[in-house]
């Protein structure tokens, strides 16, 4: 399994961007993705996820400003960001927990087994 992250970018506060991840190799009806993010310094930490039925689930503070999503049909997992801030700036990772034993999102780092190389948000005030 493969995932390519891309769609980062430095954008002023209030400003919007779109990141995706490509996502290649096996695949299976039943999956948890999710997107972590982590600030220079900081621990990685969850900021959305989906599993394979749409069910989402989102860190507090991102909750209205996020919306993750996957296209099944170009095998692509995106996370919308609006109203970006400050705080949100960091490297942005998409993961993957191919057919899990347990499915249900997840905002931990260890649910995942697949992970790409990273994208870079900053966001100025």
């Known amino acids: 399994v493969r995932l390519v992250e891309s769609g980062g970018a430095s954008v002023q506060t209030g400003g919007s961007l779109r990141l995706s991840c490509a996502i290649s190799?096996?695949?299976?009806?039943?999956?948890?993705m999710g997107w972590f993010r982590q600030a220079s310094g900081d621990e990685r930490g969850g900021v959305a996820s989906?599993?394979?039925?749409?069910?989402?689930t989102y860190v507090d503070s991102v909750k209205g400003r996020f919306t993750i999503s996957k296209d099944s049909a170009k095998n692509t997992l995106y996370l919308q960001m609006n109203n970006l801030k400050p705080e949100d700036t960091g490297m942005y990772f998409c993961?993957?927990?191919?057919?899990?034993?347990?499915?249900?999102?997840?905002?931990?780092?260890?649910?995942?087994?697949?992970w790409g190389q990273g994208t870079q948000v900053t966001v100025s005030s």
């Open positions: 989906i599993i394979s039925d749409g069910t989402t």
């Open positions: 993961a993957l927990d191919l057919d899990p034993s347990t499915l249900t999102p997840s905002l931990s780092a260890l649910h995942y087994n697949y």
């Open positions: 190799g096996p695949t299976a009806s039943r999956y948890c």
